[in-house]
């Protein structure tokens, strides 16, 4: 069974700091494309940052400069460390997986989901 599992979500004040993890199981996760997604109160999900197989990567406008995605292909994890975090970076992060291998920035094309962590920023 396929399990996506976030951690290190929490509350910080703005101009802070936090390091999502996201530890995949059940299958062999380094060919896959990993993202992280966000949803605030009132608002449609939306793509924060995803990286492939080899390390490339894609960032949201909002977050470049400021957020960086890696991945650990040993461990079957991806980070995503957050700085200089603003209150509008609120929401609940997901991590996600898709198996295609191409980086694309729609949540329907990733099968795989975490549950969630929750971040919060204060002013």
């Known amino acids: 069974q396929v399990k996506l599992v976030e951690s290190g979500g929490g509350l910080v004040q703005a101009g802070g700091s936090l390091r999502l993890s996201c530890a995949a199981s059940g299958r062999t996760f380094s060919t896959y494309v990993q993202g992280w997604f966000r949803q605030a109160p009132g608002k449609e999900r939306e793509f924060v940052a995803a990286?492939?197989?080899?390390?490339?990567?894609r960032h949201a406008d909002s977050v470049k400069g400021r957020f960086t995605i890696s991945r650990d292909n040993a461990k079957d994890t991806v980070y995503l460390q957050m700085n200089s975090l603003k209150p509008e970076d609120t929401a609940v992060y997901y991590c996600?997986?898709?198996?295609?291998?191409?980086?694309?920035?729609?949540?329907?094309?990733?099968?795989?989901w975490g549950q969630g962590t929750q971040v919060t920023v204060s002013p």
């Open positions: 990286i492939n197989w080899n390390g490339f990567t």
């Open positions: 996600a997986a898709d198996p295609r291998g191409v980086i694309k920035l729609r949540e329907y094309d990733y099968d795989y």
